[in-house]
């Protein structure tokens, strides 16, 4: 189940050329947008695949840090005003429509540029897709085991819940490029070593991943949240393992 996920940010992307795992490719170098002006971006997809865009302001200088783009993906009919964004859009008919407004007084540039990317993680060979499903929640009184991937875009970790359940779970940290949510790892391995009854409970939370192995005793989460010290964490109930 493909799902939009919108992330802006405030800083451009780096351009990665030591890991194929993830290609920027150039669409916009220098669009000129005049006042009032929408300048519409047509993107074809391969066979119906997800578009990765992200988008940022040139000039003017008091461009790059004020919300002077009106953004709009025409077939979701999604927006934000904003100097920059990240979004993934879901093709309709194999094409996304772009526009672009410059709501500022003077002539404004933007750069666009597309992302590709290839899940060549070690967690990669144990999902069908980085697509995520149900949102889960692990509430933990005891951590008993974490054993890290070689590449620690996942570990396998077994533990106690608070509900005296015992749990064995995969966690996936990363698919493309190493995230924050590397560091829980480490995180853990400290809290099993160093127990402390004021940390509990600790939580654990993310989006579930469907596996390539079938096996009930152990399900994959894309985690999300890692903490201690989580007795007023809120979760819906259904969430909760």
């Known amino acids: 189940m493909q799902k939009f996920i919108y992330l802006f940010i405030c800083c451009l992307l780096s351009v990665s050329t030591a890991n194929a795992d993830v290609i920027r490719a150039e669409i916009e170098s220098d669009l000129s947008i005049a006042p009032g002006e929408t300048k519409t971006i047509v993107l074809e997809s391969k066979n119906?695949?997800?578009?990765?865009?992200?988008?940022?302001?040139?000039k003017p200088e008091e461009c790059t840090s004020s919300a002077c783009i009106k953004f709009e993906e025409k077939?979701?009919?999604f927006g934000f005003e904003s100097f920059n964004g990240q979004s993934t859009h879901q093709p309709v008919d194999n094409k996304v429509t772009l526009l672009f407004t410059n709501q500022a007084k003077t002539p404004?540039?933007?750069?666009?540029?597309?992302?590709e990317r290839t899940c060549t993680a070690e967690i990669c060979n144990l999902i069908q897709t980085t697509d995520t499903k149900d949102w889960k929640v692990i509430r933990i009184k005891e951590l008993k085991q974490i054993q890290n991937s070689e590449d620690s875009s996942y570990a396998?970790?077994?533990?106690?819940?608070?509900?005296?359940k015992e749990?064995?779970?995969?966690?996936?940290?990363?698919?493309?490029?190493?995230?924050?949510?590397?560091?829980?790892?480490k995180s853990i391995k400290r809290w099993i070593d160093k127990p402390d009854a004021e940390d509990i409970p600790y939580v654990i939370?993310?989006?579930?991943?469907?596996?390539?192995?079938?096996?009930?005793?152990?399900?994959?989460l894309s985690v999300d949240t890692c903490t201690k010290k989580a007795s007023n964490f809120n979760a819906p109930a259904e969430s909760e393992y």
Do not use: H
């Open 167 to 185: 749990f064995d779970v995969t966690l996936a940290f990363w698919f493309y490029e190493p995230s924050m949510f590397a560091g829980c790892s």
């Open 156 to 164: 396998t970790l077994q533990g106690v819940t608070t509900k005296d």
């Open 205 to 220: 939370a993310g989006s579930t991943l469907v596996s390539n192995v079938e096996n009930k005793d152990r399900f994959i």
């Open 108 to 115: 404004v540039s933007i750069q666009l540029t597309q992302i």
């Open 75 to 77: 077939e979701s009919g």
């Open 48 to 58: 119906g695949t997800a578009i990765e865009t992200f988008w940022q302001t040139l």
